[in-house]
């Protein structure tokens, strides 16, 4: 009997849509779909999870699917099935082509990678599962982000198939230099999803959380029955404080990402070379002079150019370079407007006589580009591909770049791609989409303004190294340059930049020698980064070779791909899978090939050095400094003020409290101080009887600072609340949903117990151990890792968090531990839209206004002006927990309503 072949398609990141047959989803089932990118100093590291459950009474072969950047790396796969692992292997090529050749044979998947569109490549896989299974698939891949018109991108596009209840996209960037800005773009990021997403900045480090829920997977602009499909995009540069640029070492290895931004613009000459042959009539023809049109209108006045469309001949706008003054921009725009297609192709030719006109005009100071978009092979003149990279090889003689791009499928991209590498420039591929004219001009605005010339990067005391010489350096990109450190000894380690700007020869050092060795960058990373552009370059300089030379090169990026575990493309990965599967093999097509049928963070901690002033009596007073009591001679009533030092402007707060309304003899009462640190609280036994008792660390009822995030401002805000204290976390009439929380007197942290109510009768509790379910007189434990489905919410049970999901609410509740007490922490990872909602978790405070002052800082809140004291606060809202820097306020302040309104009295 045939297997029932089901479809599971997941996607990575740069994705395209696919068009493909939705299964039956009471068949399957897609019930954990994760997503993990973790990007450190640009080189990023991309697990997809999707774990698929067999809901049928038979086998089925479930089929995995995802989709990864051409430029990326894929480093491991493996599959999970009834606790068994397979995993892949990298193997040499030629090692794994017989399985593969076999696969084919028998017209069965192969599993290899395909070429799929523009940045995309396709993997796929499958395996059969037995009925009521459980099968989990893990790919892993590694590529370094390459820095575009000043900034980087990480996109990442999801389309699952159908709504997961598991789903979230987590992104952690962890940046040495310092994150400059940070953005969230892309379909997924706006209407409906926007909420969504969870975005934290703070200093060099960027937390962004995606965690739809399943409403929201069905109802976005690009959402329906079968999820999402969309792409989410977390644009972010880095600072750059030196313009030697961001060194990372270590004992083993360096990596230095070189990218100067304060230099004068180079005057430029550009050649534009046109293929006007009649394979570009139609809509290429339009749009590329649509982009030419464009390109021409941001020509700067001391740029030089020249325009050249050819067939099977030579037509010149110009037969020498002209200024681009506004009379001869909109005279060559004219021109433009008027190229037709006809005739055939004739390359070397055009090519020979752009790189004439370039030599024929040599400029001091200048840079010279030229540019050639053809959309096929040569048809007519010289028409052998070597002779014609020789003919522009020897044309051009090193003097300046060649950059070529291919327009559309028909084009011999690999003769392209060549003759640029030989040239010191690179090849582009400009698919024929209707953005094709914003494809072509995205590509000239990356090369729109040189800053330097002739790049030499000199390391001393830095061998095997990586690229060093580079013939343009252009405003908005990135040089990057890895290598070893000779016998591991960073002393003699010694980084040198030397270029042409202008006319000028500049030197780029580290005068002081002030270098630091790597923090957060581990020395294993560096080394695969060095690997990743290693080989990389090594795939380039094999092409350009021949001979026992081309092998050697070939050999070395074999042996490295093979001891870093890629699959580029001179290694396959053979999947494994269990006894009487087909073994797949995947590999990594080139360019053009068409498919086949917790990281630490940065601790701070301000102490407290506390000065209270507290009543002794009518008449007296005692002062208690860092836990020591001293007398005082001044009658305070019975308010009480402190000071505190975690003023980071150097002054203190002044913060006066509101007073403390003490209780008549004989009525002993506890009284918290709200805004006091978290070693101290009073006893009064009466209003004017014995000496308030003082107790200290080991007993005192704890300080809770919470968080409050606004788009806005500099800073998040931060408040106090102390002791044992029972909050509304969200209260959400509509969906008849209670959340409270009561805060933990013991461990350093958060809440100890947290339940959720609905309607009258149904309650969940949560605490760090488990889930209870009461529902009436009926109680249900739950420890372990699982999927609980209580009327309208959904609860998943994972390792160190637990999702709550309640139509378009979602919260996530995270377990933390310290001093080996383990306690919660909530967080509203999906802010419901309904305006009635409210609770301590649904506060949006609204800043109007930051007024920096000495000794204090006001902000117009809601407007109302408050004064706030900088300070710190731990992020329990992040797995990782960083401490940040805060704006510290009253809680009052914060929340604008008294904190007795976020008071319950029991859970």
Request: charged share 25%; with cysteine; hydrophobic share 35%.
């Amino acid at each position: 009997m045939e297997r029932t072949v089901v479809r599971v398609t997941l996607f990575g990141l740069l994705l395209l849509p696919l068009i493909t047959t939705l299964p039956n989803k009471d068949d399957w089932d897609i019930y954990s779909f994760h997503i993990n990118s973790t990007v450190t100093s640009r080189y990023a590291t991309t697990v997809i999870t999707s774990r698929v459950a067999n809901r049928m009474d038979e086998s089925k072969e479930i089929e995995f699917q995802v989709r990864i950047p051409k430029n990326a790396f894929i480093s491991k796969f493996k599959m999970l099935i009834d606790g068994q692992e397979y995993d892949g292997v990298v193997k040499a090529k030629e090692q794994a082509q017989q399985q593969y050749s076999e696969a084919v044979s028998r017209g069965q998947s192969a599993g290899l990678v395909s070429s799929v569109g523009r940045t995309l490549e396709e993997f796929k896989t499958s395996v059969t599962v037995a009925a009521h299974k459980k099968v989990t698939f893990e790919l892993t891949y590694e590529e370094l982000l390459k820095r575009r018109l000043g900034k980087y991108e990480l996109q990442i596009h999801a389309r699952p198939m159908q709504p997961v209840k598991d789903f979230k996209i987590d992104v952690y960037i962890n940046e040495k230099a310092g994150i400059n800005f940070l953005e969230v773009k892309g379909g997924l990021s706006t209407k409906a999803l926007a909420n969504a997403i969870t975005k934290t900045h703070a200093d060099k480090e960027a937390w962004v959380y995606f965690y739809p829920t399943e409403d929201q997977q069905k109802t976005c602009d690009s959402c329906g029955d079968q999820g999402m499909n969309g792409d989410l995009i977390i644009v972010y540069d880095v600072n750059r404080d030196t313009s030697l640029g961001d060194i990372k070492r270590s004992p083993g290895y360096f990596v230095h990402h070189f990218a100067p931004s304060s230099l004068p613009r180079i005057p430029k000459n550009v050649v534009f070379v046109i293929d006007r042959s009649g394979s570009m009539s139609g809509r290429k023809m339009q749009q590329t002079r649509i982009a030419l049109i464009h390109i021409l209108n941001d020509l700067a006045e001391d740029d030089y150019f020249g325009l050249i469309t050819f067939d099977g001949s030579i037509f010149h706008w110009k037969r020498e370079l002209v200024q681009a003054n506004s009379r001869n921009l909109e005279s060559a725009k004219e021109f433009a407007q008027n190229i037709k297609d006809r005739g055939a192709t004739d390359i070397n030719e055009a090519v020979l006589e752009g790189a004439r006109m370039l030599n024929a005009h040599p400029r001091e100071g200048s840079a010279s580009i030229l540019i050639l978009l053809t959309d096929g092979d040569p048809t007519t003149g010289v028409t052998n591909l070597e002779a014609i990279q020789s003919n522009v090889r020897q044309a051009i003689a090193g003097k300046f770049p060649l950059y070529c791009l291919g327009f559309g499928f028909d084009v011999n991209f690999e003769f392209l791609e060549k003759m640029s590498l030989q040239n010191n420039g690179v090849a582009r591929r400009i698919y024929e989409d209707s953005d094709a004219d914003l494809q072509l001009k995205g590509f000239y605005e990356e090369v729109a303004t040189p800053l330097l010339t002739d790049v030499t990067m000199i390391y001393i005391g830095g061998t095997n190294l990586t690229q060093t010489n580079f013939s343009q350096y252009y405003n908005g990109s990135e040089i990057v340059v890895a290598g070893q450190i000779t016998d591991n000894n960073i002393e003699t380690f010694t980084p040198q930049v030397v270029a042409i700007s202008k006319n000028t020869r500049v030197v780029f050092s580290d005068t002081n020698g002030t270098l630091e060795s790597t923090g957060t960058v581990s020395d294993s990373q560096m080394q695969r980064v060095w690997a990743y552009l290693t080989v990389k370059q090594l795939l380039e300089k094999e092409l350009l070779l021949s001979g026992p030379e081309k092998e050697n090169v070939k050999g070395e990026a074999l042996r490295l791909s093979l001891k870093y575990n890629f699959v580029t493309p001179l290694t396959s990965m053979v999947v494994t899978k269990p006894l009487g599967e087909t073994t797949d093999v995947l590999h990594k097509p080139k360019e053009g090939e068409t498919p086949p049928a917790q990281h630490p963070a940065l601790a701070r901690r301000t102490p407290f050095r506390s000065n209270w002033i507290l009543p002794k009596g009518p008449n007296r007073v005692h002062r208690i400094v860092g836990g020591e009591v001293r007398a005082g001679a001044s009658p305070v009533g019975h308010s009480f003020t402190h000071e505190h030092s975690s003023d980071k402007t150097g002054g203190s707060s002044g913060a006066r409290s509101s007073g403390v309304k003490l209780s008549p003899a004989g009525s002993p009462v506890k009284k918290y101080l709200s805004r006091g640190p978290p070693h101290i609280f009073m006893d009064y036994d009466d209003f004017g009887g014995a000496f308030p008792t003082i107790v200290t660390a080991t007993n005192a009822p704890l300080l809770h600072r919470f968080l409050l995030k606004t788009e806005n401002l500099s800073l998040p805000l931060c408040f106090d609340v102390v002791g044992e204290v029972r909050l509304k976390l969200l209260h959400h009439p509509s969906r008849e949903l209670s959340v409270n929380g009561e805060l933990d007197s013991v461990t350093h942290g958060g809440f100890k117990r947290i339940v959720a109510h609905l309607k009258t009768d149904l309650h969940v509790e949560v605490d760090p151990k488990g889930i209870t379910v009461r529902d009436g007189q009926t109680e249900t434990q739950h420890t372990g890792q699982d999927l609980i489905t209580v009327e309208s919410m959904t609860l998943i049970k994972r390792d160190k968090e637990i999702d709550v999901l309640v139509g378009d609410t979602r919260m996530v509740i995270l377990i933390h531990e310290k001093g080996g007490e383990e306690f919660l922490w909530p967080v509203l990872r999906q802010q419901p839209l309904n305006a009635s909602v409210t609770g301590i978790l649904a506060v949006k405070p609204t800043v109007d206004k930051e007024v920096q002052q000495t000794p204090s800082t006001k902000l117009r809140l809601n407007n109302q002006e408050v004064i706030v004291t900088r300070s710190d606060a731990v992020d329990y809202s992040i797995v990782s927990h960083p401490t940040l820097d805060c704006w510290l306020m009253s809680a009052e302040s914060a929340l604008q309503k008294p904190l007795d309104n976020f008071i319950v009295s029991q859970l």
